[in-house]
């Protein structure tokens, strides 16, 4: 509860950078007071501890009022911003030249981010929402050098779900170098890709990307029971839907009948072997070639 209270606080930076000086962090929240020790390949003029404290404090910056999409003080932005550097420590390596890595600093941070809000009594939502926020914050990086699909900006939208606005606002504060050329410009990249998913959501239903056929429309052209082969007919569908966009019923089908007829459970039945559920008949075969 102290935690919370301070970071939802007036100065949270001030509140985590006494609790680190004192040592109480390392009762509480060991990572981030491991990350004075550490020098971010991305922003050299300054340690990822202090990184992460001014992250913290553009995030709060960011947020909204009571009408807006992310109403200030709010935890789970803040907390997300204070700990998402905090796989760096596991993960860095030193490259030939003198370069340091921090790869798959996200993933190795979101555990640890989990990881330490279960052993503070955090409820499973809030904990789930902080980590999920800490695994995608790298996901924008290199949008701005090769540019994305339509598709690769649907998988942004569907990964973030509900967190986007949030996801936003952890991007952008990111973004501390004292490069303003290289800030100008990450920052100008990511005006372009909220854009994009502005116009997306003008043609699409971006929130709720569904296969364009339900699993009982599934069932039924298939003539499959509730199994796991429909389950990985709504994945594939998924998939087309996410590449290619909204498709009309007709040809969502078509597809679907092409993927099934290329599985195994689809073809008859051997002759005098026992039958599997999951089997369709042949003449359905036949009908769906």
């Not at 598709?151 to 991007?171: I, M, Q």
């Not at 994945?235 to 290329?262: I, S, V, Y």
Request: net charge negative; charged share 30%.
């Amino acid at each position: 509860d102290e935690l919370v209270k301070m970071v939802c606080g007036a100065r949270p930076r001030t509140g985590i950078d006494l609790l680190v000086d004192t040592g109480l962090a390392e009762h509480v929240l060991p990572e981030v007071s491991a990350l004075r020790l550490e020098s971010d390949e991305h922003h050299r003029h300054k340690d990822v501890y202090q990184h992460s404290l001014q992250v913290l404090e553009q995030a709060a910056g960011l947020e909204t009022d009571a009408e807006g999409p992310v109403p200030g003080p709010d935890f789970v932005l803040r907390f997300a911003a204070l700990m998402h550097d905090v796989g760096k420590p596991a993960t860095r390596r030193f490259e030939p030249g003198g370069a340091v890595s921090f790869r798959h600093h996200d993933m190795v941070g979101a555990k640890l981010t989990t990881k330490r809000m279960k052993a503070l009594r955090f409820d499973n939502d809030t904990t789930k929402a902080v980590a999920r926020l800490v695994e995608l914050h790298m996901r924008f990086y290199g949008y701005g050098d090769a540019g994305w699909s339509d598709s690769a900006v649907r998988r942004y939208v569907t990964d973030a779900g509900p967190l986007l606005e949030r996801l936003h606002r952890l991007t952008r504060s990111d973004v501390t170098t004292r490069n303003q050329r290289k800030a100008d410009r990450l920052s100008f990249a990511y005006d372009d890709l909220e854009e994009r998913i502005a116009a997306l959501r003008e043609q699409e239903s971006l929130d709720a990307v569904r296969p364009d056929l339900d699993g009982a429309a599934i069932m039924a052209l298939l003539e499959l029971k509730p199994g796991p082969v429909v389950g990985r007919a709504y994945k594939f569908l998924l998939n087309e839907r996410m590449e290619h966009g909204p498709l009309p019923t007709e040809e969502a089908e078509a597809r679907l009948l092409r993927w099934w007829a290329q599985q195994p459970e689809s073809a008859p039945a051997v002759p005098g072997a026992e039958a599997s559920p999951a089997v369709v008949e042949p003449s359905s075969v036949e009908e769906s070639k």
